[in-house]
């Protein structure tokens, strides 16, 4: 496929340019640039899924893409799906897994073997609604795989996957490879770059600045500068909205936690607390029970009142209301990032932090719109504040989202896969932020990820979800040194 000064229309009047451009079968490429760079709109101008204004491109590129947007796009469904009062028999709990891939190539031996290798056997009976978001991507990707395209787009393939995954992930992505298969990786860390890609691509303001061969790009003086502009020193925190917390009794406390569902046990038996001035980071595999303990602390799940839970020094029921309880935290997740479907602005979004909603129903006061503006701002984003959320990059969004947690500068700041999607200036950035509040004892911080190396300075704990060898899982506590 040949691409040559190849102008696509964006949205908001914006093109996306590729000046030359080749993919020979069997190649495996990487295109890697900033949030906002046009990744995802390379991703789809290489599926033929936006209008040529002017320039050669293929007229019909047998290319399939997997992107986050699809996946949200399956949740939006499923939702709507569920939100009727017209449901026959059996569709309450929306799509099973199974659902969503293709009938004849799960039932062939070499479907099955798919399935078993990406550990999606035991998920296909379970609603698509309830799978962690790595679990999630993993079922598309198999759904992408199943359909054996000639090339295969993959828009940040190691987003939400744990760290096994995403080494099997770039076994089966050599594997492919080896097999002939085409494949291209939209990316956002110079580091997840898989041995199998030989050519390398950097995009920069809709435009594809530089490809070539891997050695040849990275030695490049253009990805030597962007690699530099992380390690700067970013724009400090807008200043405090509240004095630091006093210490006192543990904000969070969980006795012999169990959250069961009908075939298994999400959580079984954790004892856990989070005392004053710890802060910790939570890890462990794709469907752990990870962010299942997190939707208990914000409120969020409902087999939290059946158990043996304290939040802010108040047992769970005790007659307290869910804003009770969200006013304290500010939140960033995944299952958060999905759940925005709310048609807004990037101004919107920001406020809604003082608020606790997803969406704005309420005048802003002065103050509030002061601070928000001084953190569209610092995130780059002054001149998009009225654009529809939306039509944002991934990781834009992301980075939006991260501002309405931080912005009432909560006593509890629970992040689950926060730096998800976002490129290393911007990973550096939102780390240093986070290292701030700690350091300014503004907040107490769960921090989740897949990439330990992501957490924040100042982290003091961490709280392990490990496999026991037979389905469950044990947990494992520890403080860690000064240096985290």
């Known amino acids: 496929m040949h691409w040559s000064a190849a102008r696509f229309a964006l949205r908001s009047l914006h093109q996306l340019l590729i000046p030359q451009l080749t993919l020979v079968p069997g190649q495996c ?19 033929g899924e936006l209008p040529l204004l002017a320039g050669e491109a293929p007229a019909a590129p047998e290319a399939l893409r997997l992107s986050f947007e699809q996946q949200q796009a399956l949740v939006d469904q499923d939702w709507q799906r569920r939100n009727t009062d017209m449901l026959a028999d059996g569709e309450e709990a929306g799509w099973l897994a199974g659902e969503l891939l293709p ?52 828009d940040e393939p190691f987003d939400g996957l744990d760290a096994q995954a995403r080494r099997e992930l770039t076994e089966r992505l050599q594997s492919l490879h080896r097999q002939g298969q085409g494949l291209v990786l939209i990316l956002n860390r110079f580091d997840e770059v898989p041995p199998c890609a030989s050519h390398l691509g950097l995009l920069g303001d809709n435009q594809l600045l530089l490809t070539g061969e891997r050695a040849e790009v990275m030695a490049s003086a253009a990805v030597q500068q962007w690699q530099a502009l992380a390690r700067q020193a970013p724009a400090p925190l807008p200043p405090p909205v509240q004095p630091p917390t006093e210490p006192g009794l543990p904000l969070v406390r969980v006795c012999q936690l169990t959250i069961a569902y009908e075939d298994r046990k999400v959580i079984d038996g954790l004892d856990w607390e989070l005392a004053p001035g710890q802060h910790w980071q939570i890890s462990g595999p794709n469907g752990a029970g990870k962010s299942t303990l997190l939707s208990v602390i914000t409120g969020d799940h409902p087999q939290g009142y059946c158990n043996q839970v304290t939040l802010f020094g108040r047992r769970r029921g005790s007659g307290e209301s869910i804003w009770d309880i969200k006013r ?157």
């Open 328 to 484: 304290h935290i500010g939140l960033v997740s995944p299952a958060l990032h999905l759940e925005y479907r709310v048609p807004t602005t990037p101004e919107a979004v920001i406020l809604s932090g003082f608020y606790d909603s997803i969406g704005l129903y309420q005048p802003p006061g002065d103050r509030e719109l002061a601070l928000t503006r001084q953190w569209l701002a610092r995130l780059g984003l002054a001149e998009q504040a009225r654009r529809p959320f939306h039509s944002l990059s991934f990781g834009q969004q992301r980075l939006l989202l991260i501002a309405r947690a931080l912005v009432k500068q909560p006593r509890l700041l629970i992040l689950d896969e926060p730096l998800q999607g976002l490129d290393a200036i911007n990973r550096h950035l939102v780390r240093h932020w986070v290292a701030d509040l700690m350091t300014r004892g503004l907040s107490q911080v769960l921090f989740v990820s897949h990439h330990i190396e992501d957490a924040p300075a100042g982290i003091t704990h961490r709280l392990c979800f490990e496999s026991d060898g037979q389905g469950g899982y044990v947990y494992r506590q520890q403080a860690l040194s000064a240096k985290g």
């Open 103 to 154: 009938v004849a190539a799960v039932q062939t031996s070499q479907g099955q073997r798919l399935l078993a290798e990406l550990g999606l056997l035991p998920l296909l009976a379970r609603p698509f609604r309830v799978l962690s978001s790595g679990e999630g991507r993993k079922l598309l990707l198999a759904r992408a795989l199943l359909q054996a395209p000639r090339w295969l787009v993959l």
């Open 29 to 47: 490429w990487a295109f890697v640039g900033a949030n906002g760079s046009g990744k995802t709109a390379l991703a789809q101008a290489l599926c």
